[in-house]
């Protein structure tokens, strides 16, 4: 009796195994995964022991969410990207949380979307993006939860050209080729700038492509124009063989967002509010010194001292409560992706958003 349901549990297992690998082979594509024998076996026996014993009380545990017992998080995980560079270099969040026993690990990506990919698959615990990366998350059954909006800076991202392209006009865009992460806070810029002069979406040829790609193909000339953001969108300008176009001044709304898994929000909500006062505590420091943001961000990032500091001009600091407004802004972000098909299906933000209350339980209060 035992072989027999020793065979049927492991080939249920392999199926199982084969069906959610495959599910990830966007993101796991770069990582070599061998199943063998020996890993499928020892799986099959790890739920077999599970259905033996999950009728036997004594070996359940239930543990809320809430439960003030909750085990302290030792790592914060914290996804970033160069826009937060500064952040991670001064060590701000390390300090606060040593005296906890928490300490935090730095994982950079080059735009949200590959950052909430890596969330999905439980490789951070939070992490910052423009407007749309969340909406495409959800859209793609990621459990995320906004925990803090950031203030927008309109001016920090543009639709660039060639500084010899014939295109002069917004409407000149019309049948080219353009740039831009899928799924990015310049691409529903890129969306938005297209209804304001009266295009379609349809109207041109988007090319998707990371920052770095959409940089390279941008100096070759086999694309027309970039929607992109600082400090992509400062390096070009630095380099000289880039016109602003048209900048978002007038089109975004609202900035991005700090987000964490659903599992992190739950369970780490005073590591949160610890993260977030600091934050915040920075934001504040570095709306009054951005002189001195300019000369550190500038070695760093490798943009000469001038073209920093006009980055730093054009950008708002601060981090926001998540709002009612908020919410509304962001459904609307999410209807726009859905009507356009570039989701798969229409979500509603509020699904992974919190309570009034826990905001304001953990929310830095806006000084």
């Given at each position: 009796m035992f072989n027999f349901l020793f065979k049927r549990i492991r080939i249920y297992c392999q199926k199982w195994v084969i069906f959610r690998f495959a599910s990830q082979t966007r993101l796991l594509s770069i990582v070599p995964i061998q199943i063998t024998g020996t890993f499928i076996t020892g799986l099959c026996l790890s739920l077999l022991f599970a259905a033996c014993t999950a009728n036997n009380p004594s070996n359940t545990t239930t543990v809320s969410a809430n439960n003030s017992t909750q085990t302290k998080a030792s790592v914060v995980r914290f996804g970033y990207q160069k826009s937060a560079i500064l952040l991670k270099s001064k060590g701000l969040l390390e300090k606060r949380l040593q005296p906890e026993g928490v300490s935090v690990e730095w994982i950079e990506f080059p735009a949200g979307p590959q950052l909430l990919e890596a969330m999905n698959v439980g490789s951070i615990d939070l992490g910052h993006t423009g407007e749309s990366p969340p909406i495409f998350a959800q859209a793609g059954g990621t459990a995320?939860?906004?925990?803090?909006?950031?203030?927008?800076?309109?001016?920090?991202?543009?639709?660039?050209?060639?500084?010899?392209?014939?295109?002069?006009?917004?409407?000149?865009?019309?049948?080219?080729?353009?740039?831009?992460?899928?799924?990015?806070?310049?691409?529903?810029?890129?969306?938005?700038?297209?209804?304001?002069?009266?295009?379609?979406?349809?109207?041109?040829?988007?090319?998707?492509?990371?920052?770095?790609?959409?940089?390279?193909?941008?100096?070759?000339?086999?694309?027309?124009?970039?929607?992109?953001?600082?400090?992509?969108?400062?390096?070009?300008?630095?380099?000289?063989?880039?016109?602003?176009?048209?900048?978002?001044?007038?089109?975004?709304?609202?900035?991005?967002?700090?987000?964490?898994?659903?599992?992190?929000?739950?369970?780490?909500?005073?590591?949160?509010?610890?993260?977030?006062?600091?934050?915040?505590?920075?934001?504040?420091?570095?709306?009054?010194?951005?002189?001195?943001?300019?000369?550190?961000?500038?070695?760093?990032?490798?943009?000469?001292?001038?073209?920093?500091?006009?980055?730093?001009?054009?950008?708002?600091?601060?981090i926001t409560p998540i709002s009612q407004e908020l919410i509304t802004l962001q459904q609307q972000v999410a209807d726009k992706f859905y009507e356009l098909k570039l989701i798969p299906k229409q979500i509603n933000v509020k699904e992974a958003m919190l309570t009034p209350g826990q905001y304001a339980a953990f929310s830095p209060k806006v000084k």
């Open positions: 995320i939860t906004y925990i803090a909006g950031i203030a927008p800076s309109p001016a920090s991202s543009a639709i660039l050209v060639s500084k010899n392209s014939a295109i002069k006009t917004v409407n000149d865009l019309k049948g080219k080729k353009i740039a831009l992460q899928k799924g990015s806070s310049a691409h529903y810029m890129l969306v938005q700038i297209l209804e304001k002069y009266g295009l379609k979406y349809s109207d041109i040829q988007p090319i998707y492509l990371p920052p770095a790609d959409a940089r390279a193909a941008f100096v070759r000339g086999s694309i027309d124009a970039w929607s992109i953001w600082d400090p992509f969108y400062a390096a070009a300008e630095k380099s000289g063989d880039a016109r602003v176009l048209i900048d978002g001044t007038g089109i975004n709304k609202q900035g991005g967002y700090y987000l964490a898994s659903q599992k992190f929000a739950s369970q780490q909500q005073e590591i949160i509010k610890t993260l977030l006062e600091e934050i915040q505590n920075f934001e504040q420091w570095s709306d009054q010194h951005r002189d001195e943001v300019a000369a550190s961000l500038s070695p760093i990032l490798g943009i000469d001292l001038e073209t920093m500091k006009k980055t730093t001009n054009r950008r708002k600091f601060g």
